[in-house]
């Protein structure tokens, strides 16, 4: 069975510091893999996907995720948080040829301190 | 720019009540979601909704669990007899194609609180 494991729970950075979140998943076959962002307050947006081609994605708001295959991970990247960064932060797979459930992992708190 | 809207927010019931959680999805898309999420705990998917028919569903969704898009518009999950461990966050979700290759488009969530 798919699953994600996502390895902090809680992240507190000062801004412009540069941040990495890690994601692993658990799948023997392909994969497409996706990071959700929630605003306080707000709904799950998406952030980034990858399906397949560059494992480098560029996502929105400057942030970006690397997909390396062979350590079943998508870590998402970005040089220089800001306070507005401040979100919980959700990593998810799904497999290509199926019905689209995805599969989340547990989510990511990250405070920016101004 | 469209987006999914759930009502109500919130939702406070008693043991044993049913209760209707209600979801407007993008207007022009076929396929819909309802996850939820157990306060600490993962985002876990319920079923999946295709041409008026569950697709998929999880071990969750068990008899006590229907989905139902009675009009043009709308999506609804309903819990037969809520038990205290339905509570929870609950998402709807749509997208325009099924599979994995797309974007689900969610909403704001309800906050169910079973006592």
């Known amino acids: 069975a798919q699953s994600v494991s996502q390895h902090n729970h809680h992240v507190i950075l000062s801004e412009a510091a540069s941040l990495e979140l890690g994601c692993n998943y658990s799948?023997?076959?392909?994969?497409?893999l996706f990071w959700y962002v929630q605003y306080p307050g707000q709904h799950l947006q998406l952030l980034l996907k990858?399906?397949?081609?560059?494992?480098l994605v560029k996502g929105i708001k400057g942030f970006e995720a690397e997909f390396i295959k062979s350590k079943f991970s998508f870590n998402l990247r970005k040089p220089s948080v800001q306070w507005s960064d401040t979100a919980e932060y959700f990593c998810?797979?799904?497999?290509?040829?199926?019905?689209?459930?995805?599969?989340f992992g547990q989510g990511t708190e990250l405070s920016v301190k101004p | 720019e469209p987006e999914v809207t759930q009502t109500p927010s919130h939702q406070v019931t008693q043991m044993g009540q049913e209760v209707i959680l209600r979801c407007v999805p993008i207007?022009?898309?076929?396929?819909f979601y309802w996850y939820r999420q157990i306060l600490g705990q993962k985002v876990e998917f319920l079923v999946s909704?295709?041409?008026?028919?569950?697709?998929?569903k999880s071990e969750i969704f068990d008899d006590q669990f229907s989905v139902e898009r009675p009009d043009g518009s709308n999506f609804t999950l309903k819990i037969r007899s809520t038990k205290l461990e339905d509570s929870a966050m609950y998402f709807c979700?749509?997208?325009?194609?099924?599979?994995?290759?797309?974007?689900?488009?969610f909403g704001p969530g309800t906050r169910l609180t079973v006592l």
């Open positions: 979700a749509s997208s325009g194609s099924m599979g994995g290759n797309n974007e689900q488009f």
């Open positions: 799948y023997g076959g392909t994969v497409n």
């Open positions: 990858y399906f397949s081609g560059d494992p």
């Open positions: 998810a797979v799904n497999s290509p040829n199926q019905g689209g459930k995805l599969i």
């Open positions: 207007s022009n898309h076929l396929y």
């Open positions: 909704f295709y041409n008026n028919e569950i697709s998929e």
